[in-house]
């Protein structure tokens, strides 16, 4: 299971980028976002200059709701920085409900109970800095 920022003070933080720090910056308010574009209409994550369908450089951030599913996954169980990162903890790609995929931990499940397909929920981990880091849970409301 992934264990928080506040657990590990020397884990380093994301960079920031001019094209992230519009939407990190959204994060201090605990608001998930993803670019989407004015030409096309096309949604993507991470943030990014230009519009990965069509090209342009008309983006908004729009707000998502932070609900999604599991789309790939692994459990690390060897982690390369044990000082930062306790295995076994899950490296997800999650689908988001509005279609982005986002690369991702899955906290507060046990390795084992990760599947594809697993609806999950957005939850927040604050970094040092103020900003948050999203991660998602197993989705307890999901049918």
């Known amino acids: 299971m992934t264990r928080s920022y506040a657990e590990f003070p020397s884990r380093p933080v994301p960079p920031v980028t001019s094209e992230t720090r519009e939407w990190w910056e ?8 993803v670019q989407q574009c004015k030409r096309c209409d096309h949604a993507q994550f991470y943030p990014r200059a230009l519009c990965v369908s069509c090209g342009s450089n008309d983006l908004d951030l729009v707000k998502v709701r932070g ?8 459990t690390v169980f060897r982690s390369p920085a044990q000082d ?20 991702t931990n899955i906290v507060t499940a046990e390795p084992e109970d990760v599947s594809c397909d697993l609806p999950v929920t ?10 948050h880091l999203p991660l998602f849970t197993p989705d307890s409301t999901a049918g």
Request: net charge neutral; no cysteine; hydrophobic share 40%.
């Open 122 to 131: 957005l939850v927040w981990d604050q970094l040092p800095d103020g900003r």
């Open 84 to 103: 930062h990162f306790v295995p076994p903890y899950v490296v997800a790609l999650v689908r988001l409900t509005e279609g982005p995929v986002l690369l």
């Open 26 to 33: 959204h994060t201090r308010d605990r608001t998930l976002t």
């Open 67 to 74: 609900t999604g599913s599991v789309y790939s996954f692994t």
